[in-house]
């Protein structure tokens, strides 16, 4: 740019159309740690939990007898789980046939929910026989077992479905998978001593 052009040149105009009053510098704002805001939110959950368990057991260590319980009843509560996956898949299996005309197409799905229930109900054989190959690992392998079910029933139930929710009740609805994640860490040790 030559001098004769420089000398002519307009200056640039900022946001407000006003000579020299374009950007401000942005003042430095901390900002929040959201690992430390996952702590805290998470932490508050879990000791309100445990809390609650606490006065109405009247125990703080009740968990790991519970735990403990829980751990011996493995079978019972993995059969459990599997009457009702097997029961679930034979209802979504059956909307697949619910065309079927009469009759057939509106009892075809409580009967395949039914037949995989009755199916998975006989999986206790093979299940005990599964834990006993794994030759004692399950008795470590059971507070945790356990607590990862739990933990999940409460993430699907509850958690999953508030993300949407006033930040009140979606607290509400993390205590009981926090209380569930702190009680493994608390109780699952106690269980094995």
């Known amino acids: 740019m030559s001098a004769k052009a420089a000398a002519t040149a307009k200056p640039v105009k900022g946001k407000k159309g006003k000579k020299g009053k374009g950007k401000k510098e942005a003042a430095h704002r901390p900002q929040p740690n959201l690992r430390l805001r996952w702590v805290a939110y998470n932490g508050a959950a879990a000791a309100l939990g445990h809390g609650v368990v606490w006065s109405v057991t009247g125990d703080p260590w009740a968990g790991a007898d519970l735990l ?18 097997a ?16 009759v057939a197409g509106r009892a075809v799905r409580p009967a ?27 008795i470590f392998l059971a507070p945790l ?31 009981p998978l926090a209380t569930v994640v702190l009680s493994s860490a608390l109780y699952a040790p106690g269980v094995l001593l």
Do not use: H, M, N
Not at 72 to 80: D, F, H, M, Q, Y
Not at 87 to 102: D, E, F, Q, T, V
Not at 115 to 134: E, M, N, R
Not at 152 to 160: D, N, P, T
């Open 68 to 85: 403990g319980r829980a751990s011996v009843s493995l079978v019972p509560i993995g059969v459990t789980g599997v009457v009702a996956a």
């Open 145 to 175: 077992l356990i607590a990862a079910g739990a933990g999940a029933a409460c993430w699907w139930a509850l958690e999953k479905r508030c993300a949407g929710w006033w930040v009140g009740l979606r607290f509400t609805a993390r205590v």
């Open 87 to 102: 029961a679930y898949g034979g209802w979504k299996a059956g909307g697949l046939l619910s065309g079927l005309p009469g």
């Open 112 to 138: 395949l929910a039914l037949g995989g229930a009755l199916w998975g109900q006989g999986s206790a054989p093979l299940l005990t026989a599964g834990i006993d190959a794994l030759d004692g690992l399950p």
